[in-house]
């Protein structure tokens, strides 16, 4: 599923999550479920009119900023991104 972050860092700042628990992107996850976040995450960039680019996040842990136990990614855009982030 996917919805807009209640905290956005960017114009666009969506988050695709998986149905199931897991705790985080360094837990086993199947390749399947790892597949359909990528494609949604890639279905919402389009809808939300990204084609100029946008980023993909996971955090890992709270040093990451990683504040729910949950795995999800964010799919940011909608302004320039500098690098490295953070």
Known sequence: MA???INP???THIL????????SIADPVSAPVLS???????TVAA????EDGWRLVSNVGES????VPHLH?????GRQMS???G
């Not at 809808?47 to 990204?50: K, P, Q, Y």
């Not at 990451?64 to 504040?67: F, L, N, P, R």
């Not at 990614?73 to 855009?77: D, K, L």
Request: proline residues 11%; charged residues 15%.
């Open 3 to 5: 919805f807009r972050d």
């Open 9 to 11: 860092v960017a114009p």
């Open 16 to 23: 695709v999550i998986p149905k199931q628990h897991i705790g």
């Open 36 to 42: 359909d976040l990528v494609a949604l995450a890639a």
């Open 47 to 50: 809808a939300e009119g990204l």
């Open 64 to 67: 990451a900023g990683q504040s």
């Open 73 to 77: 990614f964010h799919v940011i855009g």
């Open 83 to 85: 690098w490295p982030p």
